[in-house]
């Protein structure tokens, strides 16, 4: 999921959260559909700010991003290494 699809059903959670705290909700079927109706919510916003979560482009492949990050940090330690050996010498 792109990450503003993410942040926007983040909320949605969030403000549910706080509405069974602030409204003292019980039970399941009443804290779902309140859950229901804020991610509806949540979504008329961005509808009516012409954000259609469903056409947002994909989020970069989480492997791909821990790979790439892998190798930087490798190439962080190695430039690191030869750094410390140059400097003793």
Same mark, same amino acid.
């Given at each position: 999921?792109?990450?503003?699809?993410?942040?926007?059903?983040?909320?949605?959670?969030?403000?549910?959260?706080?509405?069974?705290?602030?409204? %003292? !909700? @019980?039970?399941?079927?009443?804290?779902?559909?309140?859950?229901?109706? $804020?991610? +509806?919510?949540?979504? =008329?916003?961005?509808?009516?700010?012409?954000?259609?979560?469903?056409?947002?482009?994909?989020?970069? %492949? !989480? @492997?791909?991003?821990?790979?790439?990050?892998?190798?930087?940090?490798? $190439?962080? +330690?190695?430039?690191? =290494?030869?750094?410390?050996?140059?400097?003793?010498?």
């Amino acid at each position: 999921l792109p990450t503003f699809n993410i942040k926007s059903k983040h909320f949605a959670t969030e403000l549910t959260g706080h509405n069974v705290n602030e409204k %003292d !909700l @019980k039970g399941q079927s009443t804290i779902i559909k309140e859950h229901i109706d $804020n991610n +509806l919510e949540v979504r =008329k916003i961005l509808m009516k700010r012409d954000v259609k979560p469903e056409e947002l482009p994909a989020s970069e %492949d !989480l @492997k791909k991003v821990q790979k790439r990050l892998d190798g930087e940090n490798k $190439n962080v +330690l190695k430039n690191g =290494k030869r750094k410390e050996v140059a400097n003793r010498k």
